[in-house]
């Protein structure tokens, strides 16, 4: 994925400003407005951590070369991150999701899951790297054919786990692109599956 020159619709919107900590300048470092498309307090998606909030883009000297990092803040887990500005589209480093995305991922939850067969390490493997891809609709591929509803008890623990970290990266990301809490979008999303769970049954 190419950063360069995208549209910055959805990245700065101050409606959905993510409260960030104040950046420790240290020496050697210094601001530059904007690499590859992105500049500070723009919102993205890191795919091993969700929506997050760049605070700054400096360049550090390190080992000796000269390097510039995007400086991302992720407010659920309080974590900053330094990710290499060259590297940010080999990582998955993306902007948030258009609202014809997110829509898009609600149509796949209102789907039938598939059912998929085999041996449950393969599976499980499949569906962590969905969730890890960072792109929404495998995501949502991936919570639709883990959700078991609540009276269905059959879920596994490791099932449950991978469900909920394909919820938690979906549902975050809809939050902050649809102005909403992240408790609303999950009720939201969940509802989709358990009226499509309710038809089925």
């Known amino acids: 994925m190419n950063f360069s020159?995208?549209?910055?619709?959805?990245?700065?919107?101050?409606?959905?400003?993510?409260?960030?900590?104040?950046?420790?300048?240290?020496?050697?470092?210094?601001?530059?407005?904007?690499?590859?498309?992105?500049?500070?307090?723009d919102l993205i998606v890191y795919p091993a951590h969700?929506?997050?909030?760049?605070?700054?883009?400096?360049e550090q000297a390190v080992a000796g070369a000269q390097l510039e990092f995007f400086v991302v803040y992720f407010a659920k887990t309080k974590m900053t991150l330094r990710v290499p500005t060259r590297k940010a589209a080999s990582v998955g480093m993306r902007e948030l999701s258009d609202p014809a995305a997110i829509q898009h991922a609600?149509?796949?939850?209102?789907?039938?899951?598939?059912?998929?067969?085999?041996?449950?390490?393969?599976?499980?493997?499949?569906?962590?790297?969905?969730?890890?891809?960072?792109?929404?609709?495998?995501?949502?591929?991936?919570?639709r054919d883990l959700y078991r509803p609540e009276l269905n008890s059959s879920q596994s623990?490791?099932?449950?786990?991978?469900?909920?970290?394909?919820?938690?990266?979906?549902?975050?990301?809809?939050?902050v692109?649809?102005?909403?809490?992240?408790?609303?979008a999950v009720r939201e999303l969940e509802s989709l599956m358990m009226t499509e769970a309710r038809r089925g049954a």
Not at 25 to 36: D, V
Not at 50 to 55: A, E, F, L, N, T
Not at 157 to 175: I, M, N
Not at 177 to 184: F, K, N, S
Request: proline residues 4%; charged residues 25%.
């Open 106 to 143: 609600r149509s796949i939850l209102r789907q039938a899951p598939r059912r998929a067969r085999g041996n449950w390490s393969r599976l499980a493997q499949e569906y962590e790297s969905k969730i890890k891809s960072g792109d929404i609709l495998a995501i949502a591929e991936a919570m």
């Open 50 to 58: 969700g929506v997050g909030q760049i605070v700054a883009i400096e």
């Open 5 to 41: 020159g995208q549209s910055q619709s959805n990245r700065s919107n101050p409606a959905h400003s993510i409260p960030v900590p104040s950046v420790d300048q240290t020496s050697g470092s210094r601001c530059i407005e904007t690499r590859f498309g992105f500049k500070a307090t």
């Open 157 to 175: 623990y490791s099932e449950r786990q991978l469900y909920t970290a394909a919820l938690e990266r979906l549902s975050g990301e809809v939050a």
């Open 177 to 184: 692109v649809d102005g909403v809490t992240e408790e609303a």
